[in-house]
């Protein structure tokens, strides 16, 4: 039988490697080739459609070429965003993982009012009313107000207010709390949006009073009792009273 020996010549390995580069260049630089695909994951309010909102890299492109770094930095100047991770997916998907900081209360101070994260990270300043996000800190005297950065302040208090803020929301209780007034560390008070005050003491056992607490409001929700004073401020059941 005849053998047949394929014998690759200089010429024959310079078209391989040619055609090689003419594929990966028409891959990397075609049109037809360019990101079609556009996913956004994560607790992100935001759509594929609207990204050309949050930088000005164009998404136009092959989605290995596209700038990833820069995308990451434009959509992170924005304090509402935490962190970004892009990701290009073979042949031309993009997927852009959001995570959202969300605004969870409000502190007022001299020029209007400070928009917070659970973290007591600054999101914005503002002197619209209609802006502020429930429930409202008093009894803090911001210091150092930096968009993006945590909130300073002229003593630790922001601290009990965020972790007030957390067992509150754990509850399920953020919506039923307009006010969390701490001007006294001894004497800290919660304000429903119905006017029912609740005397919660120095802020201790906060998971459970909150608990609690949730349980209280539902009971006096369905009692049809939107105003008085619930006193949780000692060592035993609660006690509810009407406010003279």
């Known amino acids: 039988m005849e053998k047949f020996e394929l014998k690759f010549t200089k010429k024959h390995i310079l078209l391989a490697v040619l055609l090689g580069i003419s594929i990966v260049l028409g891959y990397l630089f075609l049109p037809y080739f360019h990101a079609k695909n556009i996913v956004v994951l994560g607790n992100s309010t935001i759509r594929a459609e609207s990204l050309p909102l949050y930088t000005n890299v164009s998404l136009k492109k092959n989605v290995f070429l596209i700038d990833k770094k820069q995308i990451k930095q434009d959509f992170t100047d924005n304090p509402y965003i935490k962190s970004v991770e892009l990701k290009a997916k073979f042949p031309w998907t993009l997927i852009i993982n959001i ?3 969300k605004a969870v209360a409000t502190v007022k ?5 400070i928009i917070i994260d659970d973290k007591g990270v600054v999101l914005e300043t503002t002197q619209d ?3 502020i996000v429930r429930p409202t800190i008093s009894g803090i005297t911001p210091k150092d107000i930096v968009v993006g950065e945590v909130l300073g302040v002229e003593s630790d208090n922001l601290a009990l ?32 949006p119905q006017g029912i005050h609740v005397l919660i003491g120095e802020g201790s056992d906060l998971n459970e009073k909150m608990l609690v607490l949730n349980k209280i409001l539902i009971n006096l929700f369905e009692r049809n009792i939107q105003w008085g004073v619930v006193d949780m401020r000692y060592d035993a059941d609660p006690v509810y009273r009407s406010k003279k």
Do not use: C, M, V
Not at 109 to 113: E, I, R
Not at 162 to 190: F, P, R, T
């Open 161 to 192: 207010g965020i972790e007030i803020i957390s067992n509150i929301k754990s509850a399920k209780l953020l919506q039923n709390i307009s006010l969390i007034d701490i001007s006294d560390l001894k004497n800290i008070n919660l304000i429903t």
């Open 99 to 101: 995570t959202e900081r």
């Open 109 to 113: 101070f001299a020029g209007g009012f």
């Open 129 to 131: 009313i209609n802006r």
